[in-house]
């Protein structure tokens, strides 16, 4: 019998346990190679999506590279050897940089790749490249809850308390996260919460989570897109003039109450019904419910954040859930859901533009001097703050602006906002370098692609939602050919001759990444791959010589006076703010069966085969009067592209609203029609709203 290798799915931040055993001897040809089985752990509890079952189907799958691609004279991606594609690689950088500087190549990493990838991927654009010019794809997913947290907490941990807190919950106030289809094991944790009739999820479709309220168990409250800001401000509106918040907690552990009492004086129950449609006794009979005392928890997703007022209104939910007395309070508590499989961790060891290793300020001369000495180089000669992800891609079309790109774990063809004009700035690039596994629509249009190693191929750790560090193990050899990311970025480091050394093996990356994160907000000092292979549970801060840190708001806020921020926010007009004359306003989300960009998801043919069309979820009234049926073809446009998609009705989405999801490519991308508009604190783009019109196209 074969013995089976424990390790994590490679999808969400749940990171679902589970085991991978080589297929028996029996099996079909056509089977995958490694056969996958749940396996407790608290997240999952042995449970998987259909993403996580079908996961082992990508590593046999037919689209695989296996050799670098460089593009030649004729304009085509030929396969070479890798010391040629490095060669070739190193010696373009070094052109780019000698005529343009060192700013002019760009780094552009992903929320999936592994703490020591990450790690080593920050290291190597600041030492080997010397450039600035770093940012990742976690800026589109998680940069409002991370900038509204940190302000207002002193630190950014997605969820600062264990899932298993939410079993004994009473109520949980849940806003923009349809879990139920991104992350479905993650359901067990709720059903506590729906007997006692407690859950509440807000959204303006009738979600598969939304539904999960009906039966009495909890509610659905369904605002207008886009006023997910003024609904929080009208509950803490009635939290304050009825009294229901936690007046010691206030005054021993908050500074800006009085603030947030007068900017919230002005949302009353009626002008919030008029503005967000929720009715006024519905917001009082939530806001009566969340400052009950009992076990309570407020979460929220990207459905609230990713818009140009995302850290503000993420802000507003903490400002609840701080007047209520929640983060401090055990068995409640206020976090926001990591969507992808590392975005915890991708952000807190140096792939964002502003940060060090640890969770440090590129800024802070005392965070450098540390970092520097474990990089072995001077602080003075480490680059500053660089651009985040919207402006980098843009700054492309700029005269002091990046001339080249690499791209890892990313798919910002497909993935970034207005995304027919990021294609057309790649294409403006004097080098467009990417490492995936398959020929994504971003490796697609590059000059050079690099094969690297799958989820179940490579060793190293990830960071889930709850920022537990976990293993990621081994279970396969990669295919002749693929190489590791951390191999490749040695191999690049000695070719242009950069300082300091590159570990490849992922044990020393991760020992080096602990010394260099040692004293900062996300200490990981302590921690080893030998440590956490004997199973300990190991949730960050993890300073040398302790025990982790399972919930470390409950001694108090990371603030140096031990007290949270509240910061008081404002509701105002925005970009594309307003649908007039038919226009309808498009929201965007994810399906069950795919996953981010696709390009993985629609490689796997059982996933194909459940969702394999990009459907537009409209009203039928709202579809009636475009003289649309379900099945129907129906184009979607505005300024800034156009898609196609086929009409799917329900009268669980409001009639002013279309939905699409993002999975999908080429002209049936959502993100064709999404606006690179950004907010002003974290520098996340509006991918949540846009302003449509829908017409029909062709006949059925």
């Known amino acids: 019998m074969s013995v089976g290798t424990h390790t994590h799915c490679p999808y969400c931040a749940l990171q679902c346990a589970m085991t991978l055993t080589p297929r028996a001897t029996d099996a079909a040809l056509d089977d995958p190679s490694l056969t996958v089985a749940g396996r407790p752990f608290p997240t999952n509890r042995g449970g998987l999506c259909k993403k996580g079952w079908t996961s082992s189907t990508l590593l046999d799958s037919g689209d695989r590279l296996h050799s670098p691609l460089v593009r030649d004279t004729h304009g085509e991606l030929v396969p070479v050897e890798w010391s040629t594609a490095l060669d070739v690689l190193a010696q373009r950088i070094r052109v780019i940089q000698d005529a343009s500087g060192p700013d002019s190549i760009g780094v552009f990493g992903g929320g999936g790749l592994t703490n020591e990838k990450a790690y080593q991927l920050g290291k190597f654009a600041r030492v080997a490249l010397g450039t600035s010019r770093i940012d990742y794809n976690g800026r589109f997913c998680m940069s409002s809850a991370a ?3 940190n302000r207002a907490f002193g630190m950014d941990r997605g969820l600062p308390f264990p899932l298993t807190d939410l079993d004994s919950a009473k109520t949980v106030l849940m806003l923009g996260s349809n879990v139920a289809e991104t992350m479905p094991p993650f359901l067990s944790h709720l059903a506590g919460v729906r007997e006692a009739g407690g859950l509440i999820v807000v959204d303006p479709r009738r979600s598969t989570t939304a539904r999960l309220t009906e039966e009495g ?12 800001l003024e609904l929080l401000l009208g509950l803490t509106h009635i939290v304050i003039s009825e009294r229901l918040f936690d007046a010691v ?17 002005a949302w009353w129950p009626a002008r919030v019904q008029q503005v967000t449609g929720v009715p006024v006794r519905a917001l009082r009979d939530v806001a009566r419910r969340l400052s009950s005392g009992a076990e309570t928890f407020i979460l929220t ?15 507003a939910a903490i400002n609840l859930a701080l007047i209520l007395g929640l983060p401090t309070r055990r068995g409640s508590g206020y976090g926001t ?51 985040p992800a919207v402006q980098l891609i843009a700054s492309i079309d ?15 063809v497909v993935s970034a906002p207005d995304a027919g004009a990021v294609r057309k700035r790649l294409g403006r690039l004097q080098l467009l370098v990417v490492c995936d596994f398959f020929l994504s629509e971003t490796a697609a249009v590059a000059d050079i692609v690099l094969p690297v190693t799958q989820w179940a191929e490579e060793e190293g750790t990830m960071t889930n939602l709850e920022g537990r560090v976990i293993r990621r193990r081994r279970a396969a050899a990669p295919p002749e050919g693929v190489r590791s990311e951390l191999w490749i970025l040695s191999e690049l480091a000695r070719r242009l001759d950069a300082p300091g050394h590159f570990d490849v093996e992922p044990a020393l990356v991760f020992d080096e990444l602990a010394r260099a994160s040692a004293g900062g907000v996300a200490d990981y000092s302590g921690l080893s791959h030998a440590l956490l292979d004997d199973g300990r549970e190991a949730y960050w801060p993890y300073p040398s010589g302790s025990d982790g840190t399972p919930r470390p708001l409950l001694d108090g806020y990371r603030h140096t006076d031990g007290r949270a921020r509240i910061v008081p926010v ?3 007009a925005r970009a594309d703010d307003a649908p007039t004359g038919g226009e309808l306003t498009l929201i965007t989300g994810r399906l069950l069966e795919h996953y981010q960009s696709g390009a993985q998801t629609r490689r796997v043919p059982e996933l194909m085969a459940a969702r394999s069309v990009l459907e537009l979820t409209m009203h039928p009234s709202t579809a009636a009067d475009r003289g649309l049926r379900d099945g129907d073809s129906a184009t979607v446009e505005n300024s800034r592209g156009r898609v196609m998609a086929r009409v799917a009705t329900t009268a669980a989405i409001r009639p002013d609203t279309v939905f699409l999801p993002f999975h999908f490519a080429d002209a049936h991308s959502a993100n064709l029609l999404t606006t690179d508009a950004t907010d002003p604190v974290s520098a996340m783009p509006e991918f949540k709203r846009a302003v449509v019109r829908v017409r029909a196209s062709t006949a059925r």
């Open 147 to 149: 900038a509204a947290a």
């Open 217 to 228: 168990q909890g509610v659905h409250l369904a605002p207008a897109p886009g006023t997910d």
């Open 249 to 265: 907690g206030v005054e021993e552990r908050t500074r800006g109450f009085d603030e947030l009492r007068h900017s919230v004086a």
């Open 301 to 315: 997703g990207r459905g609230i954040e990713q818009h140009t007022n995302g850290t503000d209104t993420a802000t």
């Open 337 to 387: 859901l990591t969507g992808q499989g590392n975005g915890q961790g991708g952000r807190e060891h140096g792939q964002k533009c502003d940060q060090l290793p640890g969770y440090r300020k590129i800024t802070d001369p005392a965070a450098r001097a540390h970092v520097a000495e474990v990089w072995g180089v001077r602080a003075d000669d480490l680059p500053g703050p660089g651009l």
């Open 398 to 412: 700029e005269p002091d602006g990046i001339r080249a790109l690499l791209v890892h774990g990313s798919n910002p």
């Open 570 to 572: 404002s509701a105002g």
